[in-house]
Protein backbone atom coordinates (compact mmCIF):
# COMPACT_ATOMS: atom_id res chain seq x y z
CA UNK A 1 0.00 0.00 0.00
CA UNK A 2 1.24 3.56 -0.82
CA UNK A 3 0.52 7.01 1.02
CA UNK A 4 0.03 9.44 -2.26
CA UNK A 5 2.10 12.14 -0.90
CA UNK A 6 1.38 14.22 -4.48
CA UNK A 7 -1.86 15.36 -4.35
CA UNK A 8 -1.23 18.69 -3.28
CA UNK A 9 1.96 19.54 -5.11
CA UNK A 10 0.75 22.33 -7.69
CA UNK A 11 3.04 22.25 -10.55
CA UNK A 12 5.41 20.06 -9.03
CA UNK A 13 6.61 16.82 -10.43
CA UNK A 14 5.69 13.59 -8.39
CA UNK A 15 8.04 10.57 -7.97
CA UNK A 16 6.59 7.03 -7.24
CA UNK A 17 9.33 4.25 -5.16
CA UNK A 18 9.25 0.61 -4.75
CA UNK A 19 10.65 -0.61 -2.00
CA UNK A 20 11.33 -4.42 -1.97
CA UNK A 21 12.12 -6.61 1.11
CA UNK A 22 11.13 -9.80 2.98
CA UNK A 23 12.09 -8.12 6.04
CA UNK A 24 8.69 -6.28 7.13
CA UNK A 25 9.73 -3.93 9.59
CA UNK A 26 12.85 -2.76 7.01
CA UNK A 27 10.35 -2.02 4.26
CA UNK A 28 7.88 -0.11 6.45
CA UNK A 29 10.72 1.35 8.14
CA UNK A 30 12.51 2.51 4.82
CA UNK A 31 8.86 3.67 3.77
CA UNK A 32 8.10 6.07 6.58
CA UNK A 33 11.94 7.60 6.46
CA UNK A 34 11.65 7.96 2.37
CA UNK A 35 8.01 9.29 2.45
CA UNK A 36 7.66 13.22 1.58
CA UNK A 37 6.08 15.55 -0.44
CA UNK A 38 6.48 14.94 -3.89
CA UNK A 39 7.66 11.20 -3.37
CA UNK A 40 5.21 8.76 -3.48
CA UNK A 41 6.31 4.83 -2.03
CA UNK A 42 4.79 1.29 -2.50
CA UNK A 43 6.05 -1.85 -0.59
CA UNK A 44 6.14 -5.11 -1.82
CA UNK A 45 7.20 -7.89 0.90
CA UNK A 46 8.01 -10.08 -2.15
CA UNK A 47 8.63 -10.49 -5.55
CA UNK A 48 5.24 -11.79 -7.29
CA UNK A 49 3.67 -9.03 -4.64
CA UNK A 50 6.60 -6.22 -6.33
CA UNK A 51 5.71 -7.98 -10.07
CA UNK A 52 1.37 -6.80 -9.42
CA UNK A 53 2.97 -3.27 -8.36
CA UNK A 54 5.40 -2.66 -10.94
CA UNK A 55 2.94 -3.85 -13.83
CA UNK A 56 0.17 -1.52 -12.38
CA UNK A 57 2.66 1.83 -11.63
CA UNK A 58 5.64 3.61 -13.38
CA UNK A 59 8.52 4.25 -11.27
CA UNK A 60 11.21 6.55 -11.34
CA UNK A 61 13.34 4.20 -8.31
CA UNK A 62 12.94 0.77 -7.06
CA UNK A 63 14.99 0.02 -4.25
CA UNK A 64 15.46 -4.36 -3.81
CA UNK A 65 16.77 -6.25 -1.03
CA UNK A 66 18.95 -8.25 -3.38
CA UNK A 67 19.18 -11.69 -1.14
CA UNK A 68 15.07 -11.46 -1.16
CA UNK A 69 13.29 -14.76 -0.02
CA UNK A 70 9.57 -15.26 -1.12
CA UNK A 71 8.28 -18.48 0.45
CA UNK A 72 11.28 -19.49 2.13
CA UNK A 73 12.92 -19.78 -1.48
CA UNK A 74 15.26 -17.41 -2.34
CA UNK A 75 14.83 -15.41 -5.66
CA UNK A 76 18.15 -14.03 -7.11
CA UNK A 77 18.29 -9.78 -7.20
CA UNK A 78 19.32 -10.19 -10.64
CA UNK A 79 16.02 -11.76 -11.33
CA UNK A 80 14.29 -9.34 -9.88
CA UNK A 81 16.12 -6.42 -11.93
CA UNK A 82 15.06 -8.70 -14.97
CA UNK A 83 11.81 -8.49 -14.25
CA UNK A 84 11.75 -4.72 -13.72
CA UNK A 85 13.10 -4.20 -17.25
CA UNK A 86 10.55 -6.17 -18.68
CA UNK A 87 7.46 -4.34 -16.76
CA UNK A 88 8.84 -0.85 -16.81
CA UNK A 89 9.95 1.35 -19.60
CA UNK A 90 11.80 3.51 -19.45
CA UNK A 91 13.82 1.31 -16.52
CA UNK A 92 13.38 3.30 -13.47
CA UNK A 93 16.96 3.85 -11.14
CA UNK A 94 17.49 0.68 -9.08
CA UNK A 95 19.33 0.64 -5.77
CA UNK A 96 20.25 -2.70 -3.53
CA UNK A 97 20.14 -3.18 -0.30
CA UNK A 98 22.69 -5.43 0.90
CA UNK A 99 24.48 -6.74 4.02
CA UNK A 100 27.72 -8.10 2.14
CA UNK A 101 29.79 -5.05 2.92
CA UNK A 102 32.96 -6.55 0.93
CA UNK A 103 32.06 -6.72 -2.34
CA UNK A 104 35.28 -6.16 -3.00
CA UNK A 105 36.70 -9.58 -2.57
CA UNK A 106 36.67 -11.95 -5.99
CA UNK A 107 33.33 -13.09 -5.67
CA UNK A 108 31.77 -9.59 -4.58
CA UNK A 109 33.61 -8.12 -7.46
CA UNK A 110 32.20 -10.68 -10.04
CA UNK A 111 28.34 -9.81 -7.98
CA UNK A 112 28.40 -6.40 -8.23
CA UNK A 113 29.72 -6.17 -12.28
CA UNK A 114 26.66 -8.33 -12.63
CA UNK A 115 24.24 -6.23 -11.10
CA UNK A 116 25.37 -2.99 -12.57
CA UNK A 117 25.51 -4.63 -15.75
CA UNK A 118 21.46 -5.78 -15.56
CA UNK A 119 20.93 -1.77 -14.68
CA UNK A 120 21.42 -1.70 -10.56
CA UNK A 121 22.41 1.96 -9.42
CA UNK A 122 23.96 1.77 -6.29
CA UNK A 123 24.22 -0.27 -3.37
CA UNK A 124 23.56 0.76 0.05
CA UNK A 125 25.13 -1.51 2.57
CA UNK A 126 23.13 -2.29 5.92
CA UNK A 127 26.55 -3.09 8.31
CA UNK A 128 26.21 0.87 9.73
CA UNK A 129 23.86 2.48 12.49
CA UNK A 130 20.30 2.49 11.52
CA UNK A 131 20.80 6.34 10.91
CA UNK A 132 23.21 6.17 8.54
CA UNK A 133 22.31 3.75 6.76
CA UNK A 134 18.69 5.51 6.06
CA UNK A 135 20.53 8.96 5.31
CA UNK A 136 22.24 6.87 2.73
CA UNK A 137 19.39 5.44 1.10
CA UNK A 138 17.34 8.83 1.34
CA UNK A 139 20.23 10.62 -0.53
CA UNK A 140 21.04 7.38 -2.76
CA UNK A 141 17.04 8.23 -3.90
CA UNK A 142 17.19 11.73 -4.30
CA UNK A 143 20.27 11.67 -6.96
CA UNK A 144 18.57 8.05 -8.37
CA UNK A 145 15.45 10.64 -8.90
CA UNK A 146 16.94 13.35 -10.55
CA UNK A 147 19.28 11.54 -12.50
CA UNK A 148 15.89 9.57 -13.76
CA UNK A 149 14.22 13.21 -14.32
CA UNK A 150 17.29 14.26 -16.61
CA UNK A 151 17.60 10.95 -18.65
CA UNK A 152 13.69 10.45 -19.10
CA UNK A 153 12.47 14.04 -19.22
CA UNK A 154 9.34 13.03 -17.38
CA UNK A 155 8.72 11.97 -13.68
CA UNK A 156 7.97 8.34 -12.91
CA UNK A 157 5.23 8.31 -10.64
CA UNK A 158 1.21 8.25 -10.37
CA UNK A 159 0.62 10.56 -13.30
CA UNK A 160 2.82 7.65 -15.53
CA UNK A 161 1.06 5.34 -14.08
CA UNK A 162 -0.51 2.50 -16.56
CA UNK A 163 -4.21 2.57 -16.97
CA UNK A 164 -4.98 6.54 -16.20
Not at 73 to 101: A, F, H, K, N
Not at 107 to 135: H, N, P
Request: proline residues 3%.
Amino acid sequence: MATDNCNALHGQQCHSVLVVDDNVRLADATKAFLTRPGVTVHVAYGSEEAKGLLSQHKFAVCVIDIALKTEGQDVEGLELIDTIRELQDPMPMVIGLTRWRNLATSEGELASVAFMARGMFSFVYADKSVAEYMRQLQDDVQIAIGLYERMHGKPGGPEADRGD
